[in-house]
């Protein structure tokens, strides 16, 4: 087969899982309703949330930008129905610390009106590289891995890019939703990775998938083989929790590793997600913005396991009526794979462009706390570890709270993917620790951060109190060459010192006005 | 004969060690630099010096004790400790207790203007002018709590950092 490395890699580290995929790729890609009402989260791009541009009670299209970024490089949100923006307020959202966020809630009319200035771009190869950036950019287009990072701003990298690394490589457990846009839109991911090849100034693409999706490859070869682009490659990999984290993929596929702090474009690769090559896709080819994703809907939790083609800010429990509703005792929810996801405390949380998955679980189906035992020191987790650390080292070094250590033991390298857990004969929660650590040590840097900025400051004050000393003390002699006694000198000492020490009783007439330098807040 | 060889050598590299120890100065600044770092910029006075870099002068002056800076805590008297190899020692707590960072803020209505607490900010981080109503910069602020005394009314008080600018009391 041409364009086929039919060797896969198999990685040292990681674990075998049970896949559990085959319940939901069984069925098509089902397309949801737009939902009666949808609840958009501003944070759907990695930095700080979007800013509205609609107010409560006006009337948006689907596909209308409602909300624009507030930094550069940021992309803004879409409304994803037709219908009149009701509120801009906090709602509880798919997060770690089951937090609010600022949403922007849409009611729908039901028409799913499409915005007017939503054209598709004809011939989208003939463009430049800035201008595809742009366009991704418009586009609202993101990492739809889990990321969230700007798609537009990883393309434009001033480094050299030797070629471009379609992620296809799904290894958590449960989520198919990669796996079943190969099999049934495998051209559209082809034909986004041509466009974001060209936005990236790169003439290689490798597409990396598992070892285990067989349907997913054959659709891939026959959309390869229309499709005769010769730029283009497969490369497999063999199912194994994590290698489709970006850089275990990169390291599985290139066989080069990413340096500590480095990013991948800085060894000439970029990484992107299947589904965020079939956005751009087909944003070139309907003028659609990210207005829906591909989200698995699966666990014993649901009669129907499948993937649906959901709008953003449609809440969970639509969805899994979609998939037939709950069966049976209803266990936990979880937003994300059974490995790395996050339990949901109700099902009428939002979906965002992060979501790649909803698994109701059934109880029993996957393992419970267990009590926790002492570190045997088996060393199993360095041996699962897909980024080389040392877990039961980092383990006595966030016991002890030792930073240091935290360092050398390269904890900010943790990709917290939870397979030191999972091979853990002791239970330990290593990988919790090691993100209550991580958080610690990004605090951390941040207080170095504030006081380097407050010492900047000081300084600034201590030259600017000076300065002003200096300048009294010119015009004295100034004055005191005009002839004024020693008495007068002495008067005007008492003043200024009076002066530097707030006397209360100095008339604001009196204030230094011979010192224009002075800031009136400052004075 | 060889034995004599070396130890005479080492004398002699002994020697010229401590007579360049003793001639070349030690480049202090560099180390109050990096002490001063050490410290966290709080500026609030709390160790008897007007600020952290002349604490840091005074710790290698050896006028002070390291653990003369409450803000720090205990992770600043080990830092120092580290950097300057010597023992570490309990927080001394005559000079204040290690406590939750905390941003000064000015209840706005009950500021008179008197532009008294501007003169105090060590990080200028004090928004205001005579007869016109201050406010705190609080992404500024370091809480020090020098402006506290200087306020006339008793209009300023500390509150949780993160915890947002909380409503001016009626």
Known sequence: ?523 | MAILVMSGLAATIALLLIVAARRLPGDKQAVVEQLNTLLPQIQCGRCDYPGCRPYAAAILAGEAQINQCPPGGEATIQAIATLLELPRLAPDRSFGIHDALTTAVINEKDCIGCARCLQECPVDAILGARFFTHTVITDECTGCELCIPSCPVDCIRMSMRGAGAPQNQS
Not at chain 1, 102 to 131: F, H, V
Not at chain 1, 269 to 285: H, P, S
Not at chain 1, 471 to 500: F, N, V, W
């Open chain 1, 1 to 523: 087969m041409p364009g086929y490395d039919l060797q896969p890699r198999r990685p040292s580290w990681g674990i075998r899982v049970a896949a559990r995929k085959t319940r939901s790729t069984s069925h098509p890609i089902i397309l949801a309703p737009p939902p009666r009402e949808a609840i958009i989260s501003l944070n759907q791009c990695s930095g700080s949330p979007a800013e509205p541009v609609v107010e409560p009670g006006e009337k948006v299209a689907t596909g209308q930008p409602i909300a624009k970024p507030v930094f550069p490089g940021g992309v803004g949100i879409h409304a994803s129905i037709s219908g009149v923006v009701v509120a801009i307020e906090e709602r509880l959202v798919f997060s770690a610390s089951h937090s609010t966020e600022p949403c922007i809630i849409i009611r729908g009319d039901g028409s799913d009106k499409i915005w007017a200035e939503y054209q598709p771009i004809d011939d989208p190869l003939s463009l430049g590289a800035a201008d595809i950036r742009q366009c991704i950019a418009d586009a609202g287009i993101v990492g739809l891995g889990g990321a969230l990072f700007p798609t537009a701003k990883k393309l434009s990298t001033e480094q050299t890019i030797h070629a471009l690394i379609l992620n296809g490589v799904e290894c958590e457990p449960y989520i198919s939703c990669d796996e079943v846009l190969l099999r049934y839109h495998a051209n559209n991911v082809l034909r986004g990775a041509q466009i974001l090849m060209k936005g990236a100034g790169t003439e290689r693409c490798i597409l990396a998938m598992e070892t285990d999706m067989p349907e997913a490859r054959v659709a891939v070869h026959e959309a390869l083989e229309i499709l005769n682009d010769d730029r283009i490659n497969v490369s497999l990999v063999t199912a194994k929790y994590p290698s489709g984290g970006e850089r275990q993929v990169l390291e599985l596929v290139t066989r080069q590793e990413v340096s500590s702090g480095k990013l991948p474009a800085d060894i000439g690769y970029l990484c992107q997600n299947v589904g965020t090559a079939a956005a751009v896709a087909d944003f070139f080819a309907t003028g659609r913005p990210v207005i829906s994703r591909i989200i698995t809907v699966t666990g014993y939790g649901v009669s129907r396991p499948v993937n649906i083609e959901a709008r953003i800010g449609t809440p969970v429990a639509e969805l899994i009526s979609i998939a037939g509703g709950y069966q049976g005792t209803p266990g936990r929810l979880i937003a994300g794979g059974p490995m790395m996801g996050i339990a949901l405390p109700n099902d009428s949380i939002p979906v965002g462009k992060a979501n790649n998955c909803i698994i109701a679980v059934a109880p029993g189906e996957l393992s419970d706390d267990q009590p926790e035992l002492p570190c045997i020191r088996c060393s199993e987790c360095l041996h699962a570890c897909p980024a080389r650390l040392l877990p039961q080292e980092l383990l006595v070094a966030c016991r002890s709270k030792n930073m240091e250590a935290f360092e050398t033991l390269g904890l900010m390298d943790c990709i917290e993917c939870g397979c030191c857990d999972y091979v853990c004969p002791s239970a330990i929660p290593l990988t919790s620790m090691f993100t209550l650590a991580k958080t610690r040590v990004r605090e951390a840097q941040a207080e170095q951060q504030r006081a380097i900025h407050a010492r900047q400051r000081f300084e600034a004050r201590e030259t600017r109190l000076a300065m002003l000393a200096e300048q009294r003390e010119q015009e004295l002699e100034s004055q005191s060459a005009e002839g004024i006694t020693t008495s007068k000198i002495d008067e005007l000492m008492a003043r200024a010192s009076g002066q530097a020490n707030t006397d209360p009783d100095v008339d604001p007439g009196t204030n230094p006005g011979t010192n224009p330098d002075t800031h009136p807040g400052q004075s």
